[in-house]
């Protein structure tokens, strides 16, 4: 009996020690998928940058993450991937749990990986042209939404080619999301001069159709449009750029300064983008929804000439509930996804970028499936009882659009990457190192991160406790200054205890890590 207990207890204490610590595990996770929107300033309604402020919150953390409610990504990851994708893999989900079961441990704080610090001003540098809000705008303490859109005339006196376009929120604890126009007509002036305030109050888009309604977007934790060498889009004489900004609910009094940073095309632009809304004219039948009813609505373009995507924006409003696109070639027998968002969120809608332009070949048919569900089951349902939806820009109105912006297809575009400046590869270590790897145990694979202060030629390798090699990750690879992560799939080895090693230029570290299965 007293053996079977002291057995009992080593079982015991061995688990502990393997188990999950905030320092070598958490920390890693959260500051690469949470702490650029949590943290001081930043729209995150609670900072998760050291172990206190995490561990506080432990409970609604692994909540959150569980239902995958945070960190906030629409679109399904596995139908099509993205730029600045943002989700959690499943062993980091349980990962989480796990660490929250046994109570939140710290484990050492040494090994706790360096807060990121995040780049201040640009992204992407010196701008050419740079619009701000007139006067700030005084957002009010009463804990509801506000949708303004405010209008800033370019003074450009010619047409101009630009290259990228980078939304810098001012007050980021307000700033939700903004789609950015462009009026020649003089309109959005005349309703803003309508208004007594600055700016005027719009829900869905502009209140009329400017001639482009779709210059740019932004959510938070997204990296600005750079388009790519000799694509780009551009700016008319004597036009208004158009902000719609959306403020999230605020329980104080609020203002926000938000400016726009345009940069002018360096090169010729030879390949304008242009942007065509899958809309109600591309349905064969009428945009309403009645009450009490789940409606669908399939919408189809023939693509006439080959094209290349840069990107793709659905819209809807609060009953949207779905939206899924899609190409099917002439023959039926081959389909390229385009984005799916099985759980439309109002709160959570951009621009997603196609990390390289996404090639449709002339005669497919695009579909764009919208679904909306006009029931009172529907918690976000504006009206109770559920009324007749129609299409329009107010809270009580519905749309169904999903803006597509495209490049007539040339050879090679597939291989043209969209330049990503994700802040997650941006941030800023105070030196290189090889971050502790997770999960640790680990049974299928292991994540290793590692952050260098200039480019390096490294080797990245496992070896077991005799020093012998057993896994080659990468040999010899010219790796860029920042932030890296590489997966390893575990496969054959034996359970036991490893070392990785990273070396190269001068740099050598390792690490040890578990297999157990
Ligand atoms: C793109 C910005 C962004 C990222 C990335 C992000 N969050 Fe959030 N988070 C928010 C915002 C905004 C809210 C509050 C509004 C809401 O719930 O949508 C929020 C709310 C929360 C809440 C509070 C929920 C509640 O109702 O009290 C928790 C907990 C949370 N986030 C945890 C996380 C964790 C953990 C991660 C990373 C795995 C993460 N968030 C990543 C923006 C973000």
């Not at 079977?4 to 998928?33: D, K, R, Y």
């Not at 900072?47 to 629409?74: C, D, F, H, K, Q």
């Not at 779709?214 to 551009?234: D, I, Y």
């Not at 389909?335 to 709160?347: A, G, L, S, Y």
């Amino acid at each position: 009996m007293k053996k079977g207990i002291i057995v009992l207890t080593m079982l015991w204490s061995a688990h502990v020690s393997a188990q999950v610590t905030f320092s070598e595990n958490i920390a890693p996770i959260i500051f690469e998928h949470c702490t650029k929107c949590h943290r001081e300033g930043e729209i995150g309604p609670m900072p998760l940058t050291s172990y206190a402020e995490v561990s506080a919150s432990a409970n609604i953390i692994e909540y959150v993450t569980g239902i995958r409610y945070m960190p906030p990504w629409t679109p399904d990851h596995t139908y099509r991937t993205f730029r600045d994708e943002n989700v959690l893999t499943d062993t980091e989900i349980s990962l989480i749990a796990e660490w929250v079961a046994a109570g939140a441990p710290e484990g050492n704080p040494d090994l706790t990986p360096p807060v990121p610090v995040f780049p201040e001003g640009s992204q992407v540098g010196e701008p050419d042209l740079v619009l701000t809000l007139e006067e700030p705008f005084l957002h009010l303490g009463n804990n509801a939404d506000m949708y303004k859109v405010f209008v800033l005339p370019t003074g450009l006196t010619e047409d101009t080619d630009i290259e990228a376009i980078e939304v810098r929120p001012d007050n980021k604890n307000i700033c939700h999301h903004a789609i950015l126009g462009v009026d020649v007509s003089g309109e959005a002036a005349q309703l803003d001069a309508a208004t007594p305030e600055y700016g005027y109050t719009q829900f869905g888009g502009f209140g009329f159709n400017p001639i482009d309604n779709f210059f740019s977007a932004w959510v938070p934790g997204t990296s600005p449009l750079v388009f790519p060498p000799a694509l780009g889009k551009k700016l008319y004489a004597n036009s208004d750029l158009l902000i719609q900004m959306h403020y999230g609910p605020s329980s104080i009094d609020q203002t926000d300064q938000t400016s726009v940073n345009i940069f002018f095309a360096d090169e010729p632009i030879t390949r304008y983008v242009q942007t065509v809304p899958i809309n109600p004219n591309n349905l064969d039948e009428p945009f309403i929804i009645l009450p009490n009813t789940v409606k669908t609505f399939h919408g189809t373009i023939e693509v006439p000439v080959d094209v290349s995507l840069i990107d793709v924006a659905p819209h809807g409003h609060l009953i949207c509930s779905s939206y899924e696109v899609y190409a099917v070639s002439p023959d039926g027998q081959d389909t390229i996804n385009i984005i799916k968002i099985p759980e439309w969120d109002f709160n959570w809608q951009g621009l997603f970028a196609f990390p390289n332009l996404l090639r449709i070949p002339a005669g497919y048919t695009v579909h764009c499936l919208g679904t909306f569900d006009n029931t009172a089951q529907n918690p976000l349902n504006p009206n109770d009882p559920p009324q007749v939806m129609t299409w329009g820009e107010s809270t009580t109105e519905e749309m169904y659009l999903c803006f597509v912006q495209f490049v007539i297809y040339l050879p090679g575009d597939e291989n043209i990457s969209l330049p990503t400046l994700n802040e997650e590869y941006m941030m800023v270590y105070p030196k290189e190192q090889l971050f502790a790897c997770y999960p640790n145990p680990a049974n299928t694979e292991l994540v290793i991160g590692y952050h260098l202060m200039k480019p390096h030629e490294m080797t990245l390798e496992v070896l077991d406790m005799q020093g012998k090699r057993v896994a080659t990750i990468f040999d010899r690879k010219s790796m860029g200054m920042g932030y890296h992560r590489e997966r390893f799939m575990l496969n054959d080895l034996q359970n036991g205890t490893y070392v990785y090693h990273l070396f190269g230029d001068g740099f050598d570290e390792s690490q040890r890590f578990v297999v157990s299965r």
